[in-house]
């Protein structure tokens, strides 16, 4: 029977064939025909809107998945790991002069500079790299976290340079919003829709622009995940993947009830015999008179079986879950015991949950492998693997830097020249620097090695290049190979040069004897 929704469209699809469209607008995309079996959810207002009712509900929901979820834990861990890695993205100060030439004097100056806000970042005490890796975790679970850059000495906060951050998480933020003002989710925003400001919560609660603190957009750092060009606050990243996640976790915790239960014993009495009276005890004779010990006995006989007959689900079979220690009654005749059966583990269950990780894996962008703990298959299917999920921590890895690292520097650059540091220059010029992103991990580094060379041969990538992919630094590097030279311990670079110094050792040996 058709629903009310699909007679409509078909009226609907009717008068518009009369007026010559001939069915063409509703028909020309498969989504928009209308089916009995199929319904699509459709809303068509604001982003700004849906996001500024939902939004810290939406970030609550990802934060308690990170915090008792695996599957989600993997994801932000992921995120973490694959954007800023152990020691953060590396930022490499080359400073440029009139004639586009990095000027050697300015880079080590800045570098010394750049060190100190290294060490301490963060106004609770984090270094960047600290700073960076809790930062992307906020930037995953919650979908955004913001920055406030302060720009004086204070001994509460120990930064003995005029550069600071502190770190404010995304639920500061006020869920307000009032569109005369310009004001949506807790931004201030011009009329290009560019944020001018924020406004911060002074307390738990903050209903009106009276109870927030309004800070400038100049001296704010928002690290954000949007999937729109409209939304002004952040989702998170396991946004489109928690009705799966969530799935996951509740079959996840049917199958453990019910292997809880199957490791308990239970066991059904049947009887071969119907017409046979039931019950555990044998029946006792009416005609003897008793003593009173034994009168006493057949009574408590007579409650026990009682007791017993209540468990029975059926005159044919009586269950009954038997508990460590428990020893079993004498049973009548034409009874007998069997075990009840459990088929646990399902034999679905992992197929079910490798399939429901691959959906977590799609919506994410993280690698399969990673998430699952599963590393079957041979070199190429993991490195495929491995490269897809690549491309997805590689566009983070470039929004991580773009909006944070790079907008800190400059800010940084910006404070040395404000408090006569560093000499103003043109934009572009002393702010320029070159920044190190983690690599993707090797699989066969023999294979991956060999492939390097030969791109460096073949002149497709300098070495500089080469090392930067590697996570390292090409002037440290170089300055290491130097120093490690001059004191011996040259690396040799073919198996020939590894026999020669063989070889020389050995004369060297005999030389030794021969003496």
């Given at each position: 029977m058709a629903t009310k929704k699909a007679r409509y469209y078909r009226a609907l699809n009717q008068e518009l064939k009369k007026r010559g469209f001939r069915g063409q607008v509703l028909n020309g995309y498969e989504a928009l025909k209308p089916s009995d079996h199929r319904e699509y959810q459709a809303d068509y207002r604001d982003v700004v809107d849906i996001n500024g009712a939902s939004f810290e509900r939406l970030a609550r929901i990802s934060c308690n998945l990170d915090r008792n979820n695996s599957a989600a834990i993997g994801v932000n861990n992921s995120v973490r790991d694959t954007v800023v890695g152990s020691v953060g993205i590396q930022v490499e100060p080359m400073p440029l002069d009139r004639n586009g030439e990095v000027d050697p004097v300015l880079t080590k100056k800045i570098s010394m500079m750049w060190t100190k806000f290294l060490r301490n970042a963060e106004v609770t005490g984090l270094n960047f790299a600290q700073l960076q890796r809790l930062a992307s975790l906020h930037w995953a679970r919650e979908g955004e976290v913001f920055f406030q850059v302060i720009t004086h000495k204070s001994r509460d906060i120990g930064n003995k340079f005029p550069f600071i951050l502190q770190m404010i998480p995304g639920d500061m933020i006020p869920n307000l919003t009032d569109k005369e003002l310009g004001i949506y989710s807790g931004i201030k925003v011009n009329r290009w829709n560019r944020p001018v400001g924020y406004y911060f919560k002074k307390g738990t609660y903050s209903f009106s622009v009276t109870d927030c603190q309004y800070v400038d957009a100049n001296s704010i750092i928002h690290l954000v995940n949007r999937r729109s060009i409209k939304e002004?606050?952040?989702?998170?990243?396991?946004?489109?993947?928690?009705?799966?996640?969530?799935?996951?976790?509740?079959?996840?915790?049917?199958?453990?009830?019910?292997?809880?239960?199957?490791?308990?014993?239970?066991?059904?009495?049947?009887?071969?015999?119907?017409?046979?009276?039931?019950?555990?005890?044998?029946?006792?004779?009416?005609?003897?008179?008793?003593?009173?010990?034994?009168?006493?006995?057949?009574?408590?006989a007579q409650l026990e079986a009682e007791r017993i007959k209540e468990i029975r689900r059926d005159d044919d079979r009586a269950e009954m879950h038997i508990k460590p220690g428990t020893s079993m009654m004498n049973l009548q005749p034409n009874e007998r015991i069997d075990l009840i059966k459990s088929d646990l583990p399902a034999s679905n269950l992992e197929k079910y949950r490798a399939n429901i990780l691959k959906d977590i894996a799609t919506a994410t962008g993280v690698n399969y492998s990673s998430l699952s703990r599963n590393y079957d298959g041979n070199y190429s299917s993991q490195r495929q693997g491995l490269i897809d999920s690549w491309k997805t921590a590689e566009g983070n890895q470039n929004e991580f830097a773009s909006q944070l690292v790079e907008k800190t520097y400059q800010k940084f650059i910006e404070t040395c020249q404000e408090h006569g540091f560093l000499p103003a220059s043109d934009e572009g010029l002393i702010d320029n620097a070159n920044y190190t992103f983690p690599v993707m991990p090797w699989i066969d580094p023999a294979k991956e090695a060999n492939a390097k060379r030969v791109l460096n041969e073949s002149g497709l990538k300098s070495k500089q290049e080469l090392i930067r992919e590697n996570g390292g630094n090409p002037d440290e590097t170089f300055a290491q190979l130097k120093r490690e030279e001059e004191m011996g311990f040259g690396i040799p670079k073919t198996i020939a040069d590894v026999r020669t110094l063989e070889l020389e050792d050995e004369a060297k040996n005999d030389e030794v004897v021969g003496n």
């Open positions: 002004k606050r952040g989702i998170p990243m396991i946004t489109s993947a928690i009705p799966s996640i969530t799935d996951l976790a509740e079959y996840s915790e049917a199958e453990v009830i019910k292997a809880k239960q199957s490791a308990s014993l239970v066991f059904a009495v049947y009887k071969d015999d119907p017409d046979h009276g039931g019950g555990f005890l044998p029946d006792f004779d009416d005609d003897d008179e008793d003593s009173p010990e034994e009168q006493a006995a057949k009574t408590a």
